[in-house]
């Protein structure tokens, strides 16, 4: 992550970034070098805009409980496993704590990797979309944060609340254009699976078995594609303690309806649910509906 700074030390923007793809692919150099070009524009208007200034008091290093409880000897990639505990004991810690910086994909903005404040794509039906931004445009703020660059985008998103909605202004071919976001139930939801600081807080399904055939999802009112598989025999204790039996036939969490296998609703329990997190876990018994409720353990 790289910062462009002021001689005054106010952020101009944040460029980086990375995700579970790999270290390289939310950067580079073509990227680097535009937001370069970008914020050095910005140096020499008359009205330079600043990423907003985080308030309240500082703490360093030594406020820190290192992962290990020994020492104030406490490496780089284990700061925020210390912060995480910080804010545990001062029982501060809450779910959402698990997905800072949440990406701009999250609500339908695919932002250019060589040009970081230009959007290469808008998902269609999404949040972004439906606030009028288009492929091509380009951004120029999002929540109040001058955007430069895909850091920019994430640091934004981090301040935004968790529901409700937040302004965008952007440009289109030379004509500025403004709207709203909308913050979508659980927005912030990101794959956080593939960080070593953040493992100890990946859930586990503990629900497994066989999907049905599509002659058998039929015969229960199912489309082909929708997940169902039946439980095997062997129960976890997460699941026991739900009252999940042998031969449930499980349909997902919370009335979600999945397109998916039951191997691929082992991979979107982990990019979506953190331990601590209720579900309810829809089943078939004998023919009937059941609502199970089950806490990631």
Not at 141 to 151: C, D, E, I, S, Y
């Amino acid at each position: 992550m790289v910062f462009f700074l002021s001689p005054d030390e106010d952020v101009y923007s944040r460029y980086g970034g990375r995700c579970g793809k790999g270290p390289d692919k939310r950067q580079s150099l073509a990227g680097l070098r535009h937001v370069m070009k970008s914020v050095l524009a910005e140096h020499a208007s008359d009205t330079r805009r600043f990423a907003p200034t985080e308030t309240g008091k500082p703490f360093y290093i030594t406020d820190l409980p290192p992962p290990d409880g020994a020492g104030f000897c406490i490496h780089c990639h284990h700061a925020k496993e210390a912060i995480h505990n910080r804010l545990q004991s001062a029982g501060e810690w809450s779910i959402d704590q698990a997905f800072r910086y949440p990406p701009p994909d999250n609500l339908g903005l695919i932002l250019d990797v060589d040009r970081g404040n230009i959007t290469s794509e808008v998902v269609l039906d999404s949040s972004v979309a439906s606030a009028g931004l288009k492929k091509g445009d380009v951004i120029e703020t999002l929540n109040q944060v001058p955007v430069h660059a895909f850091g920019d985008a994430q640091f934004a998103l981090d301040r935004a609340p968790k529901t409700g909605s937040i302004e965008v202004t952007w440009k289109r071919a030379g004509q500025r254009r403004s709207g709203r976001i909308d913050l979508p139930d659980r927005w912030r939801r990101t794959d956080i699976s593939w960080r070593p600081s953040l493992q100890s807080l990946v859930a586990s399904a503990r629900v497994y078995g066989k999907d049905l055939t599509i002659d058998e999802k039929k015969t229960i009112g199912l489309s082909a594609k929708q997940l169902a598989f039946r439980q095997k025999d062997s129960v976890p204790l997460q699941a026991r303690k739900a009252g999940i039996r042998p031969g449930d036939i499980v349909l997902g969490f919370d009335d979600r309806k999945l397109e998916m296998s039951g191997y691929q609703f082992l991979t979107h329990v982990r990019q979506n649910y953190v331990q601590g997190e209720s579900v309810i876990v829809d089943v078939i018994r004998d023919g009937k509906r059941l609502r199970l409720p089950m806490t990631f353990q």
